[in-house]
């Protein structure tokens, strides 16, 4: 009690002269017994006390009672049991299955929510229970399944949005890879762990991780922040469609449309696969090549082959053809010709080359050869302003040689007319 007796004293001397302060900050409210009590102990009973000093929770008034229950008055600071008083509400440490509804009481409460910020949504809780985590937690009762916390944090929750969150989207695959990419951790389930170096080494995981391009998609971007369901095949061109538009379109209204659909094959996951996205190549559309996309499903000499293999043709004839103007318009460029219009138009050629390839998702060749046809105009107008850039240059030192030649001439003449005068001169003064 000694010990209690120097705490009061301490506790009344700071209060008086901690007043004035806590006049000019009316808001801040007193310490909780929790946070007196806690901040004196130490390992995992004392970390939550500095953590939360950096939550969101926290920073809109809310103290470890919010959470916990119990009695947060600091009347009782220094009596344990009254302060995590079952009466009062006290519920320990929650267990794993009961978090998501402790942060799902407040979090789908909209009154609550939009008195504190209106544009965080209140849905995280029911879209949680139809992920297979929460049907995993609720159904099967299996608690590796990540739950808020998991992907939240516990104490020092920051706002989604914030650079440091473990929900940030650049720390979104490493917060999903704690457990998917954890043999161990996972090595009751089926699923493998193969997810995070699959996306890794994708066009996707090196957009994001590398290049920092936070328009490229995280792992909750094709899998839902709280719904976390692997997209079910039909809707895949759906997923990957919010980001690219016109290949969804183009692959909806073609014949693969239904066709998929009616025989469940992915769609765009068919060609493209799903962590190990690389950036494709014309090569997926040569026949000779072993990475021909439509020998996959067609055989050679059928339609959906034939199409893929003149795709091919086009493409091959639209390189061959813009590399070709290319190469005669920077022989005159190096020989000081005035070429920026040529170049400007072989820039339109390579932007229609790179709009063709997206073309390739009707899967028609004859959509294709009159799509890429503004391509090869373009491609044959740059190599007619070439080879006229060339021939001029071919003129320009023809006549060059021929004024050369007159230049010499007259020179000459000149000279044996001075040489004369010369002789002329010195005869007559001898
Ligand atoms: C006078 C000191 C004291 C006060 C006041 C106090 N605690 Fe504790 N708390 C402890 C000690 C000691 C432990 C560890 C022993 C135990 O579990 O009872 C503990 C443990 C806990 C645990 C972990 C329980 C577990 O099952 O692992 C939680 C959660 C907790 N306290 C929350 C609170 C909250 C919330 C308040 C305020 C409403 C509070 N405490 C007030 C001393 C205190
Ligand atoms: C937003 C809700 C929330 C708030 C606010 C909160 N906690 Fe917790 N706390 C949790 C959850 C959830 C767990 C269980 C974590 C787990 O299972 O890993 C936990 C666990 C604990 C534990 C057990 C030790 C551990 O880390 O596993 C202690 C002790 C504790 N909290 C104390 C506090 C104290 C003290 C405060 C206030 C300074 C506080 N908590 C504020 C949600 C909260
Ligand atoms: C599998 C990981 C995961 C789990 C489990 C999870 N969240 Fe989230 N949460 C996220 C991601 C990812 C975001 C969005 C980040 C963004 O907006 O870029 C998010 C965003 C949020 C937000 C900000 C508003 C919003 O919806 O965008 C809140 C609030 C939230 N989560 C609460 C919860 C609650 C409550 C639970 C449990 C019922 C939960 N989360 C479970 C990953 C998770
Ligand atoms: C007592 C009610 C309450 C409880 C319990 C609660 N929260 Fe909150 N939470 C709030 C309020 C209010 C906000 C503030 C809204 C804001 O400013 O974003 C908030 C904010 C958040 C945010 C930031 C949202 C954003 O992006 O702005 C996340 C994430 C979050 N909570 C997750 C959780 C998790 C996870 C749990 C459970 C461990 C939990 N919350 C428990 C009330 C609560
Ligand atoms: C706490 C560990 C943990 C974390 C963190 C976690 N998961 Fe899971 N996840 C699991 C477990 C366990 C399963 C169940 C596997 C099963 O049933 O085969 C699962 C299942 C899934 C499934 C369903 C797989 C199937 O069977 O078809 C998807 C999709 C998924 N998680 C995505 C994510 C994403 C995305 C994130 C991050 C935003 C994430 N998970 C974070 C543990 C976790
Ligand atoms: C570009 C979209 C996309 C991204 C990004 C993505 N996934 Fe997937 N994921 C899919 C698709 C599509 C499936 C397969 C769905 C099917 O076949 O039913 C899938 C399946 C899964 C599965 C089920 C098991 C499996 O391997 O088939 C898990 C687990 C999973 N993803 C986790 C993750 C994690 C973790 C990340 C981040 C590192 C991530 N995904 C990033 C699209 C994506
Ligand atoms: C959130 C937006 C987003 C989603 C969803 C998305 N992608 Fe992407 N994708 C991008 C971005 C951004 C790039 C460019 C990356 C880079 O190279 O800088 C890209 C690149 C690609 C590339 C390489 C093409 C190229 O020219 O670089 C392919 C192929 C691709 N994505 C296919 C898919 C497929 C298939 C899906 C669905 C399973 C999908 N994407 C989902 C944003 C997205
Ligand atoms: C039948 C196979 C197949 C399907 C299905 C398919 N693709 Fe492709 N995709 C290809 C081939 C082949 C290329 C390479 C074209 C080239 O480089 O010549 C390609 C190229 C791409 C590119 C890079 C070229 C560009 O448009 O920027 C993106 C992005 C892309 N596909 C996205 C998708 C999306 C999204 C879907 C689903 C809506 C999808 N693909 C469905 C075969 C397919
Ligand atoms: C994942 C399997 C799959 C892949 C890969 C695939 N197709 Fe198909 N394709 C089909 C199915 C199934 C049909 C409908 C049945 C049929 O007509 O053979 C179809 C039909 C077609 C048709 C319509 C055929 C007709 O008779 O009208 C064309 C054209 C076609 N595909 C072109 C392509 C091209 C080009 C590629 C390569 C870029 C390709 N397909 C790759 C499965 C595939």
Redo the contacts with the bound molecule.
């Keep these: 009690m000694e010990h209690g007796e120097g705490w009061r004293l301490k506790y009344i001397l700071c209060s008086m002269l901690l007043a004035p302060c806590s006049m000019l900050f009316a808001q801040a409210p007193p310490e909780s017994s929790c946070v007196t009590c806690h901040k004196q102990l130490d390992a995992e009973l004392l970390a939550p006390v500095t953590m939360m000093e950096n939550d969101v929770h926290a920073h809109n008034g809310f103290g470890c009672e919010s959470c916990h229950g119990g009695n947060p008055n600091p009347s009782v600071a220094e009596d344990p049991e009254a302060a995590m008083s079952r009466a009062a509400g006290y519920i320990g440490k929650p267990s794993r299955k009961n978090i998501p509804r402790l942060c799902g009481e407040c979090h789908s409460d909209p009154a609550l929510i939009k008195k504190y910020n209106p544009a965080v949504p209140t849905d995280q809780l029911a879209a949680y229970r139809t992920s297979h985590h929460g049907q995993r937690l609720f159904e099967a009762g299996d608690d590796k399944v990540a739950v808020c916390s998991d992907c939240h944090g516990n104490h020092g929750i920051l706002a989604a949005n914030d650079s440091r969150s473990a929900v940030y989207a650049l720390n979104?695959?490493a917060t999903?890879?704690r457990c998917?990419g954890n043999a161990e951790y996972m090595a009751s389930y089926s699923?493998?762990t193969?997810?995070?170096a699959d996306?890794d080494s994708s066009v996707?995981?090196q957009a994001l991780l590398r290049k920092r391009d936070l328009a490229a998609?995280?792992?909750n971007?094709?899998?839902g922040n709280h719904g976390a369901i692997?997209?079910?095949?039909a809707s895949?061109s759906h997923?990957?469609g919010r980001c690219h538009i016109n290949n969804a379109e183009l692959f909806d209204k073609s014949p693969h449309a239904k066709a998929y659909a009616e025989m469940g094959l992915?769609q765009c996951?068919a060609c493209h696969g799903?962590?190990k996205?690389t950036q494709p190549t014309d090569e997926r559309l040569n026949p000779a090549s072993e990475e021909f996309a439509c020998a996959q499903c067609h055989e050679a000499e059928s339609e959906g082959w034939k199409n893929g293999a003149e795709m091919y043709g086009i493409l091959t004839d639209l390189k061959t053809k813009i590399h070709m103007a290319d190469s005669l318009v920077g022989q005159a460029e190096r020989a000081g010709m005035e070429v920026s219009e040529a170049k400007f138009i072989i820039t339109s050629a390579d932007d229609e080359l790179i709009k063709a390839r997206t073309q390739i998702h009707n899967y028609r060749a004859a959509i294709l050869r009159e799509r890429s046809q503004s391509g090869v105009t373009f491609a044959n107008q740059a190599v007619e302003l070439g080879r006229a850039a060339l021939a001029e240059l071919q003129f320009r030192r023809k006549g060059l040689a021929v004024s050369m030649v007159i230049i010499f001439v007259v020179a000459a003449a000149l000279y044996a007319k001075i040489r004369r005068r010369d002789v002329e001169w010195r005869g007559e003064s001898s």
């Design positions: 979104v695959p999903c890879g998917h699923i493998g193969q997810q995070i996306y996707h995981g998609p995280a792992c971007d094709c899998h692997p997209p079910d095949v895949i997923v990957c992915a996951e799903n962590h996205i």
